[in-house]
């Protein structure tokens, strides 16, 4: 229990593997308490927990909530389009203003990359990146882990292909940095158009073919295609992109015969992938990812309120 020593979770880059493994052991536990409905909701009784989102959401918002409250919590959502930020005001004023209230734990979705940091230092909260901009979605990765390591019970070896638009993915940038930090070997599929400059750096092999990308690799992570994030022109089409990008049956031929299929929703099917991919009940685990969030989440806000008791 002692390797959680954090205040924050905001990224994944810097997290090292004993701290990764005890979030995910206790996950792990969290996931069997939550399928038999014996959550202890005592641990976060007389916490605030407040979800602010300056994006949308759908799982990652409800499961934050689940989470809180499964473990006691009361749990406020904000969302932007009814807060003051629509009045104008800074994220500095809304960061005051949720400090004076007192919150244990803030949840945080941002456009901005960087903005939970920010709001880090300037609240006495522990603070949550849910996403921020093209940088970290650190609890997805935390997921997406727990899924591949109760399928296939370890990260270690496996070979996975993050496949699609990684430009503009804050889900691809955590899970590259905690797989590769778990001993995972890493390929991006993709375009040239959205793959950002020299992506190899961060020590991943990179394809712009999927017969290629996907040759012989264990879990295939497929991701939406963010045209809210994009400049025009990166991509002709989504009918072209599915075409020489989109995950159908065929495309899948190349992987691993037991590969696991991923995406961290909301899909866009018939763009980057087909719908019998990823409705395929032997090979997609799309949704035991989303059971795996809620745990994720639990065990996040304990080690986090643990570690604030800790440091009273
Ligand atoms: C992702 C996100 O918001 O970064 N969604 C999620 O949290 N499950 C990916 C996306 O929006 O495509």
Do not use: W
């Not at 292909?161 to 905690?178: K, P």
């Not at 899948?252 to 009940?281: F, Q, Y």
Request: hydrophobic share 45%; net charge neutral.
């Amino acid at each position: 229990m002692s390797s959680f020593p954090r205040r924050h979770l905001l990224q994944i880059e810097g997290m090292e593997r004993p701290e990764i493994d005890a979030v995910l052991d206790l996950a792990e536990s969290y996931v069997l308490l939550n399928r038999t409905g014996k959550t202890p909701r005592d641990l976060l009784r007389g916490r605030t927990l407040i979800n602010l989102f300056f994006e949308d959401s759908t799982r990652t918002r409800t499961s934050f909530e689940l989470a809180g409250k499964r473990l006691g919590a009361d749990v406020l959502n904000m969302s932007v389009s009814t807060s003051s930020v629509n009045k104008g005001e800074t994220l500095l004023d809304t960061a005051a203003t949720l400090n004076a209230m007192h919150c244990d734990l803030l949840v945080v979705r941002h456009d901005q990359s960087g903005a939970p940091h920010l709001l880090a230092q300037k609240v006495e909260a522990s603070v949550v990146n849910a996403g921020d901009g093209t940088h970290e979605h650190p609890t997805q990765a935390l997921l997406d882990a727990l899924t591949i390591r109760r399928r296939r019970g370890r990260v270690e070896g496996l070979s996975v292909a993050i496949c699609g638009d990684v430009m503009h993915s804050r889900v691809a940038r955590s899970n590259i940095h905690l797989l590769l930090t778990m001993g995972a070997r890493v390929r991006v599929v993709g375009p040239p158009t959205l793959l950002p400059a020299e992506i190899e750096r961060l020590g991943v092999e990179v394809f712009h073919d999927m017969a290629a990308g996907l040759a012989g690799v264990d879990v295939v992570m497929m991701l939406r295609l963010q045209r809210e994030r994009m400049a025009r022109g990166l991509v002709p089409s989504a009918r072209e992109f599915f075409r020489f990008y989109g995950l159908d049956q065929a495309k899948l031929a190349a992987a691993a015969p037991d590969a696991l299929v991923m995406h961290p929703g909301p899909m866009n099917r018939g763009v980057e992938i087909a719908s019998d991919v990823a409705d395929d009940p032997i090979r997609s685990v799309i949704r035991e990812q989303v059971e795996m969030g809620v745990a994720v989440r639990m065990a996040v806000l304990d080690r986090l309120t643990r570690a604030a008791l800790a440091n009273a």
